[in-house]
């Protein structure tokens, strides 16, 4: 690979807008230089009128996850296409330990299903769905891996829940070795008798998921487990945060200056309890924590987290599942026909974040464009331990970087997205600006409309433990 040079840009980093171009040499950032130079390069990517941004890095997929008798609809290669066609260059997946499986097997499973398969750089987390003896020791060797966080579930008893004693434990074992708890915050086991409890009434629709999945549950176990985080001394790592009641107890923690920190997702800013009531349509849309209603308040307030660091971070939790048959994978959605509880629990969404965040954040003037680039790119890199590598554009990082045109605009449809799901929970939406080149590793993959990378571009990536620490 000779050099490249993206030319006549503004480069956008976390903390600075930078009219400079940038040269690129074996898959990294070589130099950023002023526009007074004479170096050329082999390739050049004309700039001029964009903005120049780190690739963004997803912390939050499930690929193929094996969930309600079905697989999340996007294999490692559709879903990692796919999210390079949005301008994310890094996920962090989760990997699953079944109850009775050594956690090992179950990252080595993982692997294997990602290996020689992802269009982009991928790294995992591991589901810890089985707390005993082994495990903790595992714990250990998974950090020294690179799989330095670990996610537990307060919610889905009897399939990924963790009881409190285990979740003590496993903070525990998390704090000896600076690793990192993701915690589903939302009480699943008082979810579990409402849900009954509306079923009982003939309450089945996809709406009642929103319903009995109350937003004071989440603010619950979000309380709960900032406790046991305190207990521990563990670094708390609050996933899709959707609740104010639970953005207040994170708020709370912060202040007192305890290692919490949470991420949001997409469907919480911009989608709200009213998607799920279109009779089974709404099914589209069931996902946990579910969405909220639009009247209590919530977005606004993940918003201004976002604006006061209370929360760090964007990701996904892109999950898809099909309405229709999926090709590979039978019936999706469909399995909860009758029962809400049995839709399979999770929204697409992987390629559209960066544009939804632009689009609704920066171009619709809730946050800078410095923010944005911290939020989607360099934060999760740094929470995560991918920095600098990941994350920016320094010298020495790795050339991944997207060139966003902000007079742009594209319009999210199923019609045209790449991720492997029949349907588009934004259709119709026209986002401002455009992503218009990716480039990972140096290699640009997607430009002028076109993918130009494949199966296997993509390598795992050993994580350092969090080097976002209060
Ligand atoms: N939430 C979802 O919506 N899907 C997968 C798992 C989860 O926690
Ligand atoms: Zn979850
Ligand atoms: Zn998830």
Request: glycine share 12%; proline share 3%; hydrophobic share 35%.
């Amino acid at each position: 690979m000779g050099k490249t040079l993206i030319k006549g840009g503004t480069v956008v980093t976390a903390v600075e807008k930078m009219e400079a171009d940038v040269l690129v040499e074996d898959g990294k950032v070589v130099a950023l230089l002023g526009r007074e130079h004479s170096i050329d390069g082999d390739e050049v990517v004309d700039a001029t009128g964009k903005l120049v941004i780190p690739g963004g890095v997803d912390v939050h997929t499930h690929m193929e996850l094996p969930f309600g008798g079905t697989y999340a609809a996007d294999t490692f290669e559709t879903g990692t296409r796919a999210a390079a066609w949005g301008g994310t260059t890094s996920i962090i997946d989760f990997a699953v330990q079944t109850v009775g499986e050594s956690a090992m097997d179950g990252w080595e499973a993982w692997m294997e299903k990602a290996r020689g398969n992802c269009a982009i750089d991928y790294g995992f987390h591991m589901i810890t769905g089985d707390i005993n003896d082994q495990t903790l020791k595992e714990m250990e060797l998974l950090v020294r891996e690179g799989v330095t966080s670990f996610k537990m579930f307060m919610a889905y008893p009897g399939v990924f829940y963790s009881d409190d004693g285990q979740i003590v434990r496993a903070m525990q074992k998390a704090q000896e070795d600076g690793a990192t708890i993701c915690m589903h915050a939302e009480n699943g086991i008082a979810i579990d008798v409402l849900a009954e409890q509306a079923l009982d009434r003939g309450e089945t629709d996809p709406y009642y998921h929103g319903v009995v999945r109350k937003s004071i549950l989440e603010g619950e176990a979000t309380h709960r487990a900032i406790k046991l985080a305190e207990l521990t001394g563990v670094q708390l790592y609050i996933v899709h945060l959707s609740a104010h009641e639970a953005l207040d107890e994170v708020i709370q923690a912060r202040d007192r200056g305890q290692n919490v920190y949470a991420e949001t997702c997409p469907q919480y800013l911009f989608l709200s309890l009213d998607n799920l009531g279109n009779g089974f349509d709404g099914a589209k849309y069931v996902c946990s924590p579910p969405l909220r209603d639009g009247a209590a308040g919530h977005q606004e307030r993940l918003w201004q987290g976002l604006r006061t660091n209370d929360l760090q971070v964007v990701s996904t939790d892109h999950c898809p599942f099909c309405m229709g048959d999926h090709h590979a994978f039978g019936t999706q959605k469909q399995l909860g026909q009758g029962d809400f509880t049995k839709i399979p629990n999770g929204m697409p969404g992987v390629e559209e974040r960066m544009r939804l965040i632009y689009n609704g954040g920066v171009a619709q003037g809730r946050i800078d464009v410095n923010r944005f680039v911290e939020i989607t790119a360099t934060t999760p890199a740094k929470m995560f331990g991918l920095y600098p590598k990941k994350g920016t554009i320094a010298v020495g990082s790795d050339a991944d970087i997207v060139v966003l045109d902000p007079n742009g605009s594209h319009v999210i449809s199923v019609d045209t997205h790449h991720m492997d799901v029949d349907y588009s929970a934004y259709e119709g939406w026209e986002m401002v600006g455009k992503i218009e080149t990716v480039m990972s590793k140096g290699k640009v993959i997607v430009a002028n409309d076109e993918y130009d990378g494949q199966p296997g571009d993509g390598e795992y990536l050993p994580r350092s433990t969090s080097q976002y620490t209060i």
